[in-house]
């Protein structure tokens, strides 16, 4: 049971590219969030799916994309990364009272 | 405009000791505050939670009160060990667009520092 698992651990990705987050949980959660973690700014929501097929934006969406095809996975995208989107950006599942992390990935922008 | 806030970015205590972590926060709507705890290259860990409608919650070492009318709750850990040094997050939920989704609101974090 690994629980909740990301990929990659960490980035390096020059100004305009473009690269997919994956998220992957095997406890059979409906809900699924994207948060990003920067200093001096707590966890902030970028996007959550309430199922399958389903998304819905969170407070700070601009820039990101995602897609939940499957419920045990939750990709972010980032189409034209710029460096504001350099931070650590951290999975979850899980309903909203309890929810089960992932290890983060650490994403530098330059 | 943090509505959730943890003014102590640190803290040291003694093994054994008891360790205090506070929380305030600004929004009288908050209907359920969790804490969550955090190793360095983790992602966060549940760890105790309450009800807006309870004024305390007990789990073993862990103690979390919850003071209404003052927006305040506070973080027990009695008695302090050192693999409870890490960062504690104070989080609190809330209705989110218009319906019957509701979200996080996340504290900065408090950095527990326990020595032996």
């Known amino acids: 049971n690994a629980g909740v698992t990301q990929t990659p651990k960490f980035r390096v990705l020059k100004t305009g590219q473009s690269m997919t987050l994956l998220c992957a949980q095997d406890?059979?959660?409906?809900?699924m969030y994207w948060y990003r973690q920067d200093p001096g700014m707590g966890l902030r929501l970028i996007h959550y799916?309430?199922?399958?097929?389903?998304?819905a934006k969170g407070e700070v969406p601009d820039g990101y994309n995602v897609s939940r095809l499957k419920k045990q996975n939750f990709l972010l995208g980032l189409e034209s990364a710029a460096p504001s989107q350099t931070s650590v950006y951290f999975c979850?599942?899980?309903?909203?009272?309890?929810?089960?992390f992932g290890p983060g990935t650490r994403l530098t922008v330059t | 405009d943090q509505q959730v806030k943890q003014n102590s970015p640190s803290l040291s205590v003694q093994e054994g000791r008891i360790s205090i972590l506070n929380c305030d926060y600004t929004?009288?709507?908050?209907?359920?505050f969790l804490w969550y705890k955090k190793y360095p290259a983790e992602g966060p860990t549940f760890l105790i939670s309450?009800?807006?409608i309870k004024d305390k919650n007990e789990d073993g070492r862990f103690t979390v009160f919850l003071n209404k009318s003052a927006k305040h709750l506070s973080l027990h850990i009695v008695p302090s060990q050192p693999g409870d040094s890490a960062v504690y997050f104070c989080?609190?939920?809330?209705?989110?667009?218009?319906?019957?989704?509701?979200?996080?609101?996340w504290g900065l974090g408090t950095s527990l520092a326990v020595n032996p």
């Open positions: 929004n009288s709507m908050f209907d359920y």
């Open positions: 989080a609190a939920r809330a209705l989110y667009n218009a319906g019957n989704n509701r979200k996080l609101i």
């Open positions: 979850a599942s899980g309903w909203t009272n309890e929810q089960y």
């Open positions: 309450i009800s807006s």
């Open positions: 799916s309430v199922g399958e097929g389903t998304t």
């Open positions: 406890m059979n959660h409906e809900y």
